[in-house]
Each structure stands twice: as structure tokens, then as C-alpha cells.
């Protein structure tokens, strides 16, 4: 193995030559340490930071001329640019990767230029998905998500619409923060549910956090999921017991007829007044990531108004289901109260649907269905309801899901239409809908193995620090190993899904935790649901899905920016296929 020795003005330089001037340093605003280099003839795609760092040097001392890159590629924006570059490059199966004409800093993993952070000038500068003007300032606008009939059908699942909610997307790092404002408000209670609750600083500091307003004479009280409570979470687990939290596992995972469904859930309620709701757990990879560091990319939700009644109506159900200390009294009381004030004040009741969706100053304004599914979506199934929003779709959708698994090849899917993973796939994946497009993003090598590359890549680089280059070695073709394997997982499907002209599938550059959906840039999705079956057909799961302008205009610039640091599925094997 031949291994060379770069400094930052070298790799510049090379960058710069390679790309005819499309790659340069980006212009310096304080003085920065020296960053070095190795690439080696073993892997020669990249270049490895020495000594091990943060990735942010190595993304934010470079420049990318956008601008430049469109009118080379012949291309109407920044996706369409990608689109035509990457569609004529190889696609390398062995690295799971394409094969990129010029080498690149590691921290980039399948970018072919420095992550974009910041979306400078239109959106329609780098995506022509949201160039137009909202569909909801059309004149005669007619969508079928306008309907009281659509909305009515969709509380047979037990759910129900309600309206005035005021809502705000949390990224990343974003929600750890509010999360700690919310447990410094409570003055009554705190009614949280999460999958995993780490044991790491951010999490203690949660964890205190709580155990102080407990002692404020706070009720707290957690949901969480029996397998990891315990096992690896034990000890964090007890620490919140021990502070007065009182806590209740999910047990589903090994019961016959519930066998592999975990707790999906990720809700906090404050005082019945406040909810976040979304796809992030409890842990450093959540609460430390900007979305670019090689943590969690992943959101959440804020919301006030009448839909935090529902969740935490659904809360208390599921917290006594499952054998939770007694003492809810009081909060139930309160929330019939609550749904009778709102009833009153015409914010809830199917009676108001065709006046709240019927106004165009009121159809996109806080509009929003809470879905607390149970386990093997016996209650509030959330599949059906994107199958309803799926086929009523007219022009687009775009959505985020970390996993896409379904056996195309599996003749028992094709015949089990009781899985409303089945219904799903089908949609996506049958015949070409006229005038509508998918836009999928979900992870390829670049995500690794999601957090658990995270606690391998901390591993990894401490074993070079301490010279040990046995176990540096080993530690490195493993994450890289089981990278490729999670890749193929997701390619076999999202290859499959490409299949349909309608679709188009994107892989993010680093590890993408987020569920959102967007469907005609009108209805938003937030949640912990992902188009898989465990989701689908087997776990508790928790999602807010919104006719709200503002909720709209943020989820819109999230997908931009999450699409802008994607690689597009294109290549020259993917274009013979079609």
C-alpha cells in the first residue's frame, strides 16, 4: 500500500485542477489551524484527515462555485446539475458509491463537492421542486385534502382533525434545546415517551433537568422501550427513577402476538399545553448534531394549540395499558375539559371541517391531525392515512425515511394485502401517475449504520490517536463493511421504486434520521414513522400531519437543503436499466 502525504493547499490545489475551478479554499474569516492529510492506493477516493477531527474543517475551508457547476452541466438548478452529472458517472459496487472523477475529503463521504450549508438566494436557485409560487395562492385552487369527506374518512382510524394550531419545526441540536425549555416551564407535569434514552452528557443533563422539577413537585413520567430499558440503558433508566421520574417499559417486542414491535414513540407533552413530537431520541447523536457533524440529521415538531389535547389524551390511554403508576385523574378531567372548551370554540368537530377547509384564509392555517399509533397499528393507524394523502396527491411528493425495506422479490408480498406496507409499496411502486413525482431521500454508504457507525467512528479514531494500528485498521474495514451492507439493504429497494419514472430516489451524504413528508407542497407529515413494516404494521408510532402554511415553508427549506447534500441514484447502470 502506497500512502501520500497532503497539506490543505495541496489538496486545494489538486481540487481546483481537477474541476476546472469549480472546488477552491474558501475565503478565510479567522486564522485556522494547519489540516493534513494521507491518501492511500488501497482507497484512493478520499482523503483522510491525520490526525483524527471534527468534520467541519475539512467541509467549511473549501468553496464550491454552484453557480458555475449549473451553467457547465447544461442545468436548469442544482438538483438538475447533479442529476446530469452523477447520471454519467459508473456506478462502483463494491464501494457502493459512484465512481467520482477526482478524489475528495473524507468529511464529503459521496458528495462531489464541500456539504452546503446555508441555501443561498430562491429556493428555485437549487431546486425547481419548490420554484413555484405556493399552490395554495393559485386561484381555484381544488385539492381533495380540502374536502370534509377526505378529512371525515380519516377519523375512522380514530383520529381527528382539529384547528388554530401553531406549529415550528425543530432540526437537529434545535429540539434538545427546546426540550430543555420545556422541562424548565412545567409547572403541573411532563409526559414524555422515547424508544432510547442514552447514557451521555446530553441525556444526564436531561436528566437532571427533570429530577429538579420533580422536586419541584413536577409530575414526571416516561414511557420508554423494555428491550433497551433492560439492556443498554439501564443504568440511565435507573438513574431517573432514582430522581422521582416514574417510568413504565414496553414490553410488545417478545410477546406472540406482538412479536418485534418496539415503542416508536418520541412525545413530549408539558402541562397539556406544549408538545414536541418527532423522530429524536434522547442522546448526544440527537442533541449535539447541526445535521453536517456525522451525528443524527433528524426533526421534530413544536406545537401548541388543540392538538396537544389529543396527544395527551392518547398518552394517558397508552401509559394505563401498560400498567403505569395510577394518579392521572386530575389530567384526564382537564383533558375532557380542554376538548369541550374547544369543541365550543369551533377549533374541534367534523361539524367544522368544510369552514375551516373551505376558507382560503383558514384551509393552510394550523390544521392538524395527531396519529398515536399502538402497537401492530391496532389504534390511530398512520399507514392508511398516507395511503389516503398518497392517492389523493396530484402533483408531488417529497419525503424523508431513513429505511425503505420491502421485499419486491418476496411472492408473499405481493399476495399479503392485509400489510399496509403492501398497499404502500404498490402505490409508489405500480404503474406511473401522470403529472406526479416522488422524490425519495434516504440513507446509502455515506449513513453507515446509522448511530451505531457513530460509536464506531469514535472507536475507530481513538485507536489511531493511541497508535494502535491493528484495531485502527480492523476498526475501519468493519464500519466500512457494514456501511456497503446497509447500503445494499436500502439500494434493493430504492432501485426497485426507481424503476417507475415517477420516482426519484436521493441518498444523503451522512447518516439521515429524519420522517417527513410533503405531499403537493399543501399537507405536511412529521414524525417517528418510516415506510418499512416494522413501522407500518407492528410498532407504536407518533406523528402530526399538518395543513399549515408555516409548518409547509419550513419543511420545504429543510428538504432543499437535506436534497442539495444528496446524491441523486442516477448513473450510467441505473440509465441502461431504464
Same mark, same amino acid.
Given at each position: 500500500?502506497?500512502?501520500?502525504?497532503?497539506?490543505?493547499?495541496?489538496?486545494?490545489?489538486?481540487?481546483?485542477?481537477?474541476?476546472?475551478?469549480?472546488?477552491?479554499?474558501?475565503?478565510?474569516?479567522?486564522?485556522?489551524?494547519?489540516?493534513?492529510?494521507?491518501?492511500?492506493?488501497?482507497?484512493?477516493?478520499?482523503?483522510?484527515?491525520?490526525?483524527?477531527?471534527?468534520?467541519?474543517?475539512?467541509?467549511?475551508?473549501?468553496?464550491?462555485?454552484?453557480?458555475?457547476?449549473?451553467?457547465?452541466?447544461?442545468?436548469?438548478?442544482?438538483?438538475?446539475?447533479?442529476?446530469?452529472?452523477?447520471?454519467?458517472?459508473?456506478?462502483?459496487?463494491?464501494?457502493?458509491?459512484?465512481?467520482?472523477?477526482?478524489?475528495?475529503?473524507?468529511?464529503?463521504?459521496?458528495?462531489?463537492?464541500?456539504?452546503?450549508?446555508?441555501?443561498?438566494?430562491?429556493?428555485?436557485?437549487?431546486?425547481?421542486?419548490?420554484?413555484?409560487?405556493?399552490?395554495?395562492?393559485?386561484?381555484?385552487?381544488?385539492?381533495?385534502?380540502?374536502?370534509?369527506?377526505?378529512?371525515?374518512?380519516?377519523?375512522?382510524?380514530?383520529?381527528?382533525?382539529?384547528?388554530?394550531?401553531?406549529?415550528?419545526?425543530?432540526?437537529?441540536?434545535?429540539?434538545?434545546?427546546?426540550?430543555?425549555?420545556?422541562?424548565?416551564?412545567?409547572?403541573?407535569?411532563?409526559?414524555? =415517551? /422515547?424508544?432510547?434514552? @442514552?447514557?451521555?452528557?446530553? #441525556?444526564?443533563?436531561?436528566?437532571? !433537568?427533570?429530577? *429538579? %422539577?420533580?422536586?419541584?413537585?413536577?409530575?414526571?413520567?416516561?414511557?420508554?422501550?423494555?428491550?433497551?430499558?433492560?439492556?443498554?440503558?439501564?443504568?440511565?433508566?435507573?438513574?431517573?427513577?432514582?430522581?422521582?421520574?416514574?417510568?413504565?417499559?414496553?414490553?410488545?417486542?417478545?410477546?406472540?402476538?406482538?412479536?418485534?414491535?418496539?415503542?416508536?414513540?418520541?412525545?413530549?407533552?408539558?402541562?397539556?399545553?406544549?408538545?414536541?413530537?418527532?423522530?429524536?431520541?434522547?442522546?448526544?447523536?440527537?442533541?449535539?448534531?447541526?445535521?453536517?457533524?456525522?451525528?443524527?440529521?433528524?426533526?421534530?415538531?413544536?406545537?401548541?394549540?388543540?392538538?396537544?389535547?389529543?396527544?395527551?389524551?392518547?398518552?394517558?390511554?397508552?401509559?394505563?395499558?401498560?400498567?403505569?403508576?395510577?394518579?392521572?385523574?386530575?389530567?384526564?378531567?382537564? =383533558? /375532557?375539559?380542554?376538548? @369541550?372548551?374547544?369543541?365550543? #370554540?369551533?377549533?374541534?368537530?367534523? !361539524?367544522?371541517? *368544510? %369552514?375551516?377547509?373551505?376558507?382560503?384564509?383558514?384551509?393552510?392555517?394550523?390544521?392538524?391531525?395527531?396519529?398515536?399509533?399502538?402497537?401492530?397499528?391496532?389504534?390511530?393507524?398512520?399507514?392508511?392515512?398516507?395511503?389516503?394523502?398518497?392517492?389523493?396527491?396530484?402533483?408531488?411528493?417529497?419525503?424523508?425515511?431513513?429505511?425503505?425495506?420491502?421485499?419486491?422479490?418476496?411472492?408473499?408480498?405481493?399476495?399479503?394485502?392485509?400489510?399496509?406496507?403492501?398497499?404502500?409499496?404498490?402505490?409508489?411502486?405500480?404503474?406511473?401517475?401522470?403529472?406526479?413525482?416522488?422524490?425519495?431521500?434516504?440513507?446509502?454508504?455515506?449513513?453507515?449504520?446509522?448511530?451505531?457507525?457513530?460509536?464506531?467512528?469514535?472507536?475507530?479514531?481513538?485507536?489511531?490517536?493511541?497508535?494502535?494500528?491493528?484495531?485502527?485498521?480492523?476498526?475501519?474495514?468493519?464500519?466500512?463493511? @457494514?456501511?456497503?451492507?446497509? #447500503?445494499?439493504?436500502?439500494?434493493?429497494?430504492?432501485?426497485?421504486?426507481?424503476?417507475?419514472?415517477?420516482?426519484?430516489?436521493?441518498?444523503?451524504?451522512?447518516?439521515?434520521?429524519?420522517?417527513?413528508?410533503?405531499?403537493?407542497?399543501?399537507?405536511?407529515?412529521?414524525?417517528?414513522?418510516?415506510?418499512?413494516?416494522?413501522?407500518?404494521?407492528?410498532?407504536?408510532?407518533?406523528?402530526?400531519?399538518?395543513?399549515?402554511?408555516?409548518?409547509?415553508?419550513?419543511?420545504?427549506?429543510?428538504?432543499?437543503?437535506?436534497?442539495?447534500?444528496?446524491?441523486?441514484?442516477?448513473?450510467?447502470?441505473?440509465?441502461?436499466?431504464?
Amino acid at each position: 500500500m502506497v500512502t501520500e502525504h497532503w497539506n490543505y493547499d495541496e489538496v486545494v490545489r489538486y481540487l481546483s485542477e481537477a474541476t476546472s475551478g469549480l472546488i477552491g479554499a474558501a475565503p478565510a474569516t479567522e486564522p485556522s489551524p494547519p489540516l493534513t492529510y494521507t491518501r492511500t492506493s488501497v482507497a484512493p477516493a478520499h482523503f483522510l484527515p491525520v490526525p483524527p477531527r471534527s468534520p467541519t474543517p475539512d467541509q467549511d475551508r473549501f468553496h464550491f462555485d454552484v453557480d458555475a457547476f449549473i451553467q457547465r452541466e447544461g442545468a436548469s438548478d442544482f438538483m438538475d446539475a447533479k442529476r446530469r452529472f452523477y447520471g454519467g458517472l459508473p456506478w462502483v459496487a463494491q464501494d457502493q458509491a459512484h465512481g467520482l472523477p477526482y478524489s475528495t475529503p473524507a468529511a464529503w463521504t459521496t458528495l462531489n463537492h464541500p456539504p452546503i450549508k446555508h441555501l443561498d438566494g430562491p429556493l428555485s436557485r437549487w431546486t425547481g421542486l419548490f420554484a413555484e409560487p405556493p399552490p395554495e395562492e393559485a386561484s381555484g385552487l381544488s385539492s381533495p385534502f380540502f374536502d370534509p369527506a377526505f378529512q371525515r374518512a380519516l377519523d375512522a382510524g380514530g383520529s381527528s382533525l382539529t384547528h388554530g394550531n401553531s406549529t415550528r419545526l425543530l432540526a437537529n441540536g434545535g429540539s434538545f434545546q427546546e426540550k430543555m425549555r420545556l422541562v424548565a416551564d412545567a409547572k403541573d407535569h411532563l409526559y414524555i =415517551a /422515547v424508544m432510547f434514552w @442514552a447514557c451521555d452528557s446530553t #441525556a444526564d443533563a436531561l436528566t437532571d !433537568a427533570l429530577g *429538579a %422539577r420533580v422536586r419541584a413537585g413536577v409530575d414526571v413520567r416516561l414511557m420508554t422501550e423494555g428491550l433497551y430499558r433492560e439492556t443498554i440503558t439501564r443504568r440511565c433508566i435507573d438513574r431517573l427513577e432514582a430522581a422521582g421520574v416514574k417510568v413504565v417499559s414496553n414490553r410488545d417486542a417478545l410477546h406472540p402476538k406482538t412479536f418485534g414491535a418496539v415503542l416508536h414513540w418520541k412525545v413530549w407533552i408539558r402541562d397539556g399545553e406544549e408538545l414536541i413530537l418527532g423522530g429524536q431520541n434522547i442522546g448526544d447523536y440527537e442533541s449535539r448534531s447541526d445535521g453536517f457533524n456525522f451525528l443524527d440529521r433528524d426533526n421534530d415538531v413544536l406545537v401548541e394549540g388543540p392538538a396537544v389535547t389529543d396527544a395527551e389524551a392518547a398518552w394517558i390511554e397508552a401509559w394505563q395499558a401498560r400498567g403505569g403508576e395510577g394518579g392521572l385523574e386530575r389530567a384526564q378531567v382537564a =383533558a /375532557v375539559a380542554a376538548k @369541550a372548551m374547544q369543541v365550543e #370554540a369551533r377549533v374541534r368537530g367534523e !361539524a367544522n371541517y *368544510a %369552514r375551516w377547509l373551505g376558507d382560503p384564509a383558514t384551509r393552510m392555517q394550523g390544521n392538524c391531525r395527531v396519529l398515536m399509533q399502538g402497537v401492530n397499528a391496532a389504534i390511530q393507524p398512520i399507514a392508511p392515512v398516507v395511503q389516503a394523502y398518497l392517492e389523493a396527491s396530484q402533483r408531488q411528493v417529497v419525503f424523508s425515511s431513513p429505511t425503505v425495506r420491502y421485499d419486491f422479490r418476496d411472492p408473499a408480498n405481493a399476495e399479503d394485502h392485509g400489510l399496509y406496507i403492501h398497499r404502500l409499496m404498490a402505490e409508489l411502486g405500480g404503474a406511473e401517475r401522470p403529472g406526479r413525482k416522488v422524490v425519495v431521500i434516504t440513507n446509502g454508504v455515506g449513513g453507515g449504520i446509522g448511530e451505531s457507525s457513530t460509536w464506531l467512528r469514535a472507536r475507530r479514531d481513538g485507536a489511531l490517536r493511541e497508535r494502535q494500528w491493528t484495531l485502527y485498521a480492523l476498526s475501519r474495514e468493519f464500519i466500512e463493511l @457494514a456501511a456497503r451492507r446497509a #447500503a445494499i439493504a436500502n439500494r434493493a429497494v430504492t432501485r426497485s421504486l426507481a424503476q417507475n419514472p415517477s420516482v426519484e430516489v436521493w441518498t444523503y451524504f451522512q447518516y439521515i434520521h429524519t420522517k417527513v413528508w410533503l405531499f403537493d407542497r399543501l399537507a405536511t407529515m412529521v414524525g417517528s414513522w418510516n415506510l418499512e413494516t416494522n413501522s407500518a404494521d407492528k410498532n407504536p408510532e407518533a406523528a402530526i400531519l399538518c395543513l399549515d402554511q408555516p409548518l409547509r415553508d419550513e419543511v420545504e427549506a429543510d428538504l432543499a437543503l437535506a436534497l442539495v447534500n444528496s446524491v441523486p441514484e442516477e448513473s450510467r447502470e441505473t440509465t441502461q436499466v431504464r
